[in-house]
């Protein structure tokens, strides 16, 4: 079973994805265009043209889990756009994407920071 973890890296495509892709073919997309390495358990998610279907690709060690949601009505309507010309993927918490998978706007997704300190108080 897919389990998405805090501790798990999550990075969003910013482009569209051809979605008659499979594994193989977001594999090579997570190699060539975001520059990542797909078996490194990173989960990589991609939007389709009309923004009404994701897919989700991560290698669990074992091998890939290819996840499909493809909405009933309306469309996806938040999407990251690229920070800066170099970068193809926006990286998104754990708790964003579940926001996301849910076709909210992660952005306004607000949590308990990912990492506080618990030493004593001064």
């Known amino acids: 079973m897919l389990q998405i973890t805090p501790q798990m890296k999550i990075l969003v495509a910013v482009e569209p994805a051809d979605f008659r892709r499979g594994i193989d073919g977001l594999a090579r997309l997570c190699k060539d265009a975001l520059g990542q390495d797909p078996f ?13 279907a994701i897919k989700v690709l991560v290698y669990d060690g074992q091998g890939f889990w290819l996840c499909h949601k493809r909405l009933s ?5 938040w999407w990251p756009s690229a920070p800066d010309e170099n970068s193809s993927a926006r990286a998104l918490a754990a708790h964003q994407l579940s926001v996301l998978f849910s076709a909210g706007n992660p952005d306004r997704a607000a949590a308990a920071p990912d990492w506080r300190s618990v030493g004593p108080r001064h």
Request: glycine share 12%.
């Open 40 to 52: 490194a358990g990173t989960v990589f998610v991609f939007r389709n043209r009309r923004r009404t």
């Open 73 to 77: 009505e309306g469309r996806f309507h």
